[in-house]
């Protein structure tokens, strides 16, 4: 894969997607749907929001 996106001159997730038809057909498809994930801000990390924490109060 990133033979491939070297070959193309493909350097940024912009360029990911503006040559997504060529990739489209050189890549297998499960790397050609990760790749248009990645190109559209899409990853597999899951943020934990703890919003049952209460604030700490400081008296002075």
């Known amino acids: 894969t ?3 996106l070297e070959s193309l001159e493909i ?3 912009n360029d990911i997607y503006l ?3 060529i ?7 499960t790397t050609f749907d990760f790749l ?3 190109s559209n801000g ?3 990390t899951t ?4 919003d049952l ?3 700490v109060g400081h008296e002075t």
Request: with cysteine; charged share 30%; aromatic share 4%.
């Open 2 to 4: 990133a033979l491939h």
């Open 11 to 13: 350097q940024t997730v």
């Open 19 to 21: 040559k997504r038809g």
């Open 23 to 29: 990739l489209k057909l050189i890549e297998y498809p």
């Open 36 to 38: 248009m994930r990645v």
């Open 42 to 44: 899409c990853g597999s």
């Open 47 to 50: 943020i934990e929001h703890d």
């Open 53 to 55: 924490k209460k604030s």
